[in-house]
């Protein structure tokens, strides 16, 4: 973590920041436990592979998770003295466009799921110039996590 810290006081921190989303899915209705996905990097929708936060059991690595380019507008995450941030996570037609990931989930379904927001450089992304590697917990600023109301 303190090579990100290093990197974002620079001047230049050598790639942008990306912010990555985790949906908590129905394990009863869904195959998967989550789905992933990010808004797009400047207009490009390809997908990103970063880092899992926790190391797989049995192998003890950091295995790669691909995160789907979707339209999403996400705001009120400031952080201040005052009430918890409520933040609003706006997706169009995300029963259209994220259907696959949600495996037939209605918006009734989503109700108390939560929400995780990773943040990191795009340069610490798999792939990339700095990735660490799967041996390596992967390089991020402290997660937030949300639930859906």
Do not use: W
Request: net charge negative; charged share 25%.
């Amino acid at each position: 973590m303190t090579d990100l810290i290093k990197d974002v006081q620079k001047q230049d921190p050598g790639s942008r920041l990306i912010v990555l989303f985790e949906l908590e899915l129905d394990t009863n209705i869904s195959a998967n436990s989550y789905a992933y996905f990010h808004a797009g990097l400047e207009g490009n929708l390809t997908p990103i592979e970063f880092r899992s936060s926790t190391a797989d059991g049995k192998t003890g690595k950091y295995n790669a998770i691909e995160y789907k380019a979707i339209p999403i507008d996400a705001t009120g995450f400031e952080v201040g003295t005052g009430p918890s941030a409520r933040p609003t996570l706006s997706m169009a037609n995300i029963l259209t466009n994220f259907s696959d990931a949600l495996e037939g989930l209605t918006n009734e379904d989503l109700l108390g799921k939560r929400v995780i927001r990773r943040k990191t450089l795009y340069k610490y992304c798999v792939g990339q110039s700095n990735d660490l590697g799967e041996n390596s917990a992967p390089l991020e600023f402290s997660r937030d996590i949300y639930f859906i109301d």
